[in-house]
Every structure is written in C-alpha cells, then in structure tokens.
C-alpha cells in the first residue's frame, strides 16, 4: 500500500510539474513580457517619497523598460535631460501625470519634448522640464513643484489635466514597497520563471483595484482628504448646475461629487499662492476623454468645471476638445479601451497649442 501511495503522488508531482513546464514554454512562446519591476536586478522607476503629499515619486538616476517604452530618470528625479544650469534661461514646467510623463511613448515623442523642439525652431533661450508623474493628482503634481520645481525659477508652469486627475488613480504605495520587498527577496530568482510573473502579476492587479476602489469611496476620501477640500458653496449656482449635468461615466471623474471639485478648488489655491510669491505664470491645458459619440463630445460640462476653476484661481486655461474632435478621438487613442492616453498625434497638438500659448504670452528670449 505504501509502495502504491509513494507512486501515485510521484505521477502526481510529475505531471503537476510536467503541466508547469508546458504552461511556462506556452507563455515564452505568445511572448508574455511582464513589466521590468518583475525582473532580477532591474532599478525601479518609482520608490516611496519622504514627503507624505507625494507617497511616491520617480527614482533619480533610474533605466528601465517599463510602462511600453524605454524610461530614463535623469538624476534631477524627472523625465528628459539634465536641466542646464544657465540663470538667463527661460523655463517652462510642465506638470501631469501619466500622459505628460508619456506612458508608452519614447521621449521624442512626448509633447514636453515636441514643445522644446518648437521652441527652439523659434531660437527661443527656453527650456521645457518634464515634471510629469504616472497618477499624480493635481495636489501632488503641486507638491513636487513646490518641492523640487521651485529652484528651476520657472517663467510658466503648465499643468496638463486629464481628466481623471480629480479622483485617486495613482499607484498604491504599498504597491510599490511589495515590489522592492521581491526584488531584494533572497528567492526573487523565482520571479525569472514567466508562470510565477503572471501569477504574481495578477494577484497585484487585483490588489490594486480592490484599493482604488478603497480609497475613491466617497467616504474614506471625505476622511482622508478632510483638510485638503474648500468649500463649495450653496449659492455657487452656475458651478453646481455643471456638476449636475457631468456625466457619471466613466466612474473615475466624479464631477458630481462637492469632495472632488472642493479638492480640485483647494489644490488650485495652493498653486496660486505659490504663483503669486515666485512671479510665474501659469496655463492649465485640459485634456479631453478619448470618446465621442456621433462626433459629439460628453464630458464638456466636466471641462467647464475645471476651466471656472482655474479662472477663479487666477489661471489662464486651454481647452483641446475642439482640437481632438476635428483630429478624430479615434485617431488619437494609444491603443484600443484607452480613453486616457492620447498617442504620439495627440501628443503633437498639444505641443503646438503650447506653442501659440507662449508665443503669445510670453516675451520671447533669443538664443545668441
């Protein structure tokens, strides 16, 4: 009997591992490819930040393969160059999230670098810095300019604003500290194997949906933002007919709700005061949604929020729905259900519309 039962889990294990094996050649073979932070021996680009605003921020000095492009942190902690150290230049920040920061797009391709490239065709002495973070919020993209934006002495900032940027979609924290956890892990060598990446990959997705959904209920976000949201007002009638009429899809704008848009207000403010005391101008470019429906555009009533926003703040805007419309939404999309991230065209009007923002506002420096 003991001999029968010795056999039969020894068929047992080797068809178990046979299975394995089979499943591991399978995924090589379709060309699974998971994300570099999964790799033995890869710097990550994102690492926990000291300062509680930002939760975390890009690694200085970073290369890697991630996010479907090549991704090189300069040791300044942005995308792009080294920043040049000549006081007489000009400079322009250019604060966002994951579309600024350019998710799947090479540098190049980015429209901070296609407005550099601009500018210098016109032998401006100015000089673009990329500042963008993959989920940031607005009242994080402000932190990390009052943290490490301010000693650039900008002349404008630019604040891209996708529209999603009124929720919480940034990357979970202890995310990113479970990631360090196997990459330091005496058996991160198991993570070599594509079937344990998978795995692996999977149980962090989930995770992380479980946790935005967490942190965007309207409750825990009323607590945990409790001193970060202005009012809105009763009487604020124009405003809060637009929240009425915003659409409730998809779910992670949340227009409608008095938390978001008092958080929106509050971060706006903060931007303000740190406009008026450093003599820099700033120009917030709206970025539509990726959708339309029969040519039409749903999300306007959104767009028209931020916009009172900005203009109750002081800020100069640009709206690029009429841009995205006339270009096709469809002609701009990175790839297929991505409402977000605008392709390298999209890319390239916004760069030009940047352009004729500051050809016109800002007195032009030349280079000698």
């Avoid at 046979?18 to 690492?47: M, S």
């Avoid at 000089?127 to 301010?150: P, W």
């Amino acid at each position: 009997m003991r001999r029968q039962y010795l056999k039969k889990t020894g068929l047992s294990a080797a068809s178990l591992l046979i299975t394995l094996i089979a499943l591991e050649i399978a995924l090589r073979l379709y060309g699974y490819n998971p994300p570099a932070y999964w790799r033995r021996g890869t710097v990550f680009a994102l690492r926990p930040s000291l300062y509680p605003d930002l939760r975390y921020e890009l690694t200085p000095g970073a290369s890697v393969q991630a996010w479907g492009t090549d991704i090189k942190i300069n040791s300044q902690g942005f995308r792009g160059p080294e920043p040049s150290g000549d006081p007489a230049t000009e400079r322009v920040i250019v604060l966002g999230d994951s579309i600024t920061f350019g998710n799947s797009l090479a540098l190049e391709d980015t429209f901070p670098f296609q407005l550099q490239q601009r500018l210098d065709a016109q032998r401006r002495n100015v000089e673009v810095l990329n500042f963008g973070v993959g989920g940031y919020d607005t009242l994080q993209e402000v932190s990390l300019l009052e943290i490490r934006g301010l000693r650039y002495h900008p002349n404008l900032v630019v604040v891209a604003y996708g529209l999603n940027d009124v929720g919480i979609a940034s990357v979970s924290l202890e995310h990113i500290q479970r990631m360090q956890g196997i990459q330091s892990s005496r058996y991160s060598f198991l993570y070599e194997s594509r079937l344990a990446q998978l795995i692996s990959e999977s149980v962090e997705t989930i995770r992380s949906k479980n946790w935005e959904k967490h942190v965007n209920d309207p409750q825990v976000f009323r607590r945990e933002y409790a001193n970060q949201i202005d009012p809105i007002g009763d009487n604020e009638s124009e405003l809060l007919d637009l929240m009425n009429r915003s659409p409730r899809w998809p779910s992670s704008t949340w227009y409608g709700d008095r938390d978001r848009v008092g958080r929106l207000r509050y971060g706006f403010r903060r931007l303000a005061r740190l406009s008026q005391a450093n003599d820099f101008r700033v120009v917030i470019m709206i970025i539509p949604l990726l959708h339309s429906k029969g040519g039409a555009y749903s999300h306007l009533a959104a767009h028209r929020i931020v916009e009172m926003e900005a203009r109750r703040a002081g800020f100069d805007t640009i709206d690029l729905s009429d841009e995205f419309l006339h270009a096709g939404m469809g002609n701009l999309t990175l790839s297929l259900g991505d409402i977000i991230h605008p392709n390298k065209t999209g890319h390239s009007i916004m760069a030009d519309s940047l352009t004729a923002f500051i050809t016109e506002h800002l007195s032009p420096r030349r280079k000698p």
